[in-house]
């Protein structure tokens, strides 16, 4: 998909991203989303069909949610608002992208944390803090906090983690006062986001988002938005802490890969190989399955 618009006069592909493609038309910028996935810092060859559509509807429901709380970046889903270069181009766009104002964005990725795990247990196990917050003891995988926390990461390029940072070092990288609020506002919208969720009998472990600011400094809502790539949703039924947790995301896609079936070695450096159809459309299915319980509508 990187290129399917870069011949369009009026249209400059500005990047790709594990899912994304970004480019910039008439001074905004317009984002689609692809079926692609990746793991292990691996974009995958295979796609999930409609996967794109799901995170950008997914998204939008959640911008929606949450106006009151911070503005974000969205200016229309619709096609045919868009800049008249992509007139044509209804097909490809429609249900997978968005127009978005173009801001200057942040660089630090803003993770709250509810729940003990990833890479905030394997720091917690080895030191008994999360990027650098003490947390108490006896805490296991899945473990909900007494509070969530705002854990830090510096943006890495695309193929490469993100570095867990602590809030001083953000405070360094961004000053004091922005650090505090782009702080703050991750946790009121995890706060917020897990309250939803948790009607709906889904767990909001953990989650991330990106912030940009408009050029009279306020700070906006960006990218995408609590979805099943940016955040770890569990089915409140089987949580249980001690172990991995179930989870709407690309579960069956890690445990196939890591399998003896797929014959691939994370430790190889070779790339992992094609998904089998059973794992596509199991992953495809748990896309879809999360997305309608947290909207209540049917993903069409």
């Not at 089915?235 to 079936?261: C, I, M, N």
Request: proline share 6%; glycine share 8%; aromatic share 8%.
């Amino acid at each position: 998909m990187s290129g399917a618009l870069a011949d369009v006069p009026g249209v400059r592909h500005l990047g790709s991203g594990k899912v994304r493609e970004l480019y910039e038309v008439d001074g905004k910028l317009l984002l689609v989303a692809s079926d692609r996935i990746s793991a292990y810092d691996y974009v995958l060859e295979t796609p999930i069909p409609d996967k794109g559509k799901i995170l950008t509807q997914l998204s939008l429901w959640w911008f929606g949610q949450l106006a009151d709380l911070v503005p974000n970046h969205l200016v229309t889903t619709d096609p045919a608002m868009f800049p008249v270069e992509l007139r044509d181009h209804k097909a490809l766009l429609s249900g997978r992208s968005m127009l978005c104002e173009r801001l200057s964005m942040i660089e630090i990725e803003c993770v709250a944390r509810g729940y003990l795990t990833g890479s905030g247990l394997a720091e917690y196990d080895e030191h008994g803090t999360a990027c650098g917050i003490p947390l108490p003891a006896g805490l296991v995988d899945g473990s909900r906090l007494d509070e969530p926390i705002f854990t830090p990461a510096a943006k890495a390029a695309v193929g490469e983690h993100d570095e867990n940072i602590d809030f001083a070092e953000t405070e360094r990288r961004v000053g004091e006062d922005l650090a505090k609020e782009i702080r703050d506002l991750t946790l009121s919208i995890y706060r917020r986001a897990h309250e939803i969720a948790a009607g709906r009998g889904i767990i909001l472990a953990d989650t991330k988002f990106e912030f940009g600011q408009r050029a009279d400094g306020t700070v906006v809502l960006a990218d995408e938005v609590l979805t099943p790539d940016s955040s770890r949703f569990w089915p409140a039924d089987l949580w249980e802490p001690g172990h991995a947790q179930s989870s709407y995301d690309k579960q069956y896609v890690r445990d196939w890969l890591t399998s003896a079936a797929s014959g691939w070695d994370r430790r190889s450096g070779e790339a992992p190989p094609p998904l089998p159809d059973d794992v596509v459309e199991r992953t495809r299915a748990r896309y879809v399955e999360a997305y309608e319980r947290l909207t209540g509508q049917k993903f069409a």
